[in-house]
């Protein structure tokens, strides 16, 4: 019986410090050597202070800001420890009322904002977290934003279009515009007096 024991607990110290150590360690290494922004979270900093990340959506509420897709993440919307969806269904009552509200209040801030509006404008991501939003989405509050900041409103539309990131490798993924990025290059090129 030991003779089947002993190799079994030296395969399993093997591969236990081979997988658990060894490896993580060297993936470890191998990232912050040639990919250290990705590595330690994407975040972003602004006088020596993390004031965010460019993986996870934040919420800018004031009419100078390019304002994010709604969160269902905690019991605010944005909390980091409790991401996830609403987990609504397309004929729930609480999903309608939240899609009716968040439409209201869309058209009530961005009144030149016409037609159709995108449904990332109107809908939660599954992570409640998302930090980009679609092109369109991003371009019809270009408006509200110009006015907030006394800019012209073609010059605020370049500065969104700028910031649109294409399908990776052209075929993955659709068009987006990471909100906090867009949103600090507002405030260096438009500062709000």
């Not at 399993?12 to 990919?35: E, K, R, W």
């Not at 800001?65 to 991401?83: E, H, I, K, M, V």
Request: some cysteine; aromatic content about 6%.
């Amino acid at each position: 019986m030991w003779r089947q024991i002993v190799p079994a607990f030296r395969i399993t110290a093997i591969f236990t410090i081979l997988t658990g150590l060894i490896y993580p360690a060297l993936v470890t290494a191998v990232c912050q050597a040639f990919f250290p922004f990705q590595a330690n979270g994407s975040l972003i900093r602004s006088g020596g202070a993390v004031i965010g990340s460019t993986l996870i959506g934040q919420n800018f509420h004031r009419p100078e800001y390019l304002q994010p897709r709604p969160s269902a993440a905690g019991n605010d919307g944005y909390d980091p420890t409790a991401s996830g969806g609403s987990n609504l269904g397309p004929t729930n009552p609480k999903l309608i009322e939240r899609v009716r509200a968040a439409a209201a209040q869309f058209r009530h801030d961005n009144p030149e904002a016409t037609g159709p509006l995108p449904a990332d404008l109107l809908t939660t991501s599954a992570s409640g977290l998302d930090p980009d939003l679609s092109p369109e989405s991003a371009l019809l509050q270009a408006g509200r934003i110009a006015g907030a900041r006394q800019a012209p409103v073609a010059a605020v539309r370049e500065l969104i279009e700028k910031h649109i990131t294409g399908r990776a490798a052209g075929l993955l993924g659709e068009p987006r515009v990471n909100v906090i990025e867009t949103n600090l290059d507002l405030d260096r090129q438009f500062p709000k007096h």
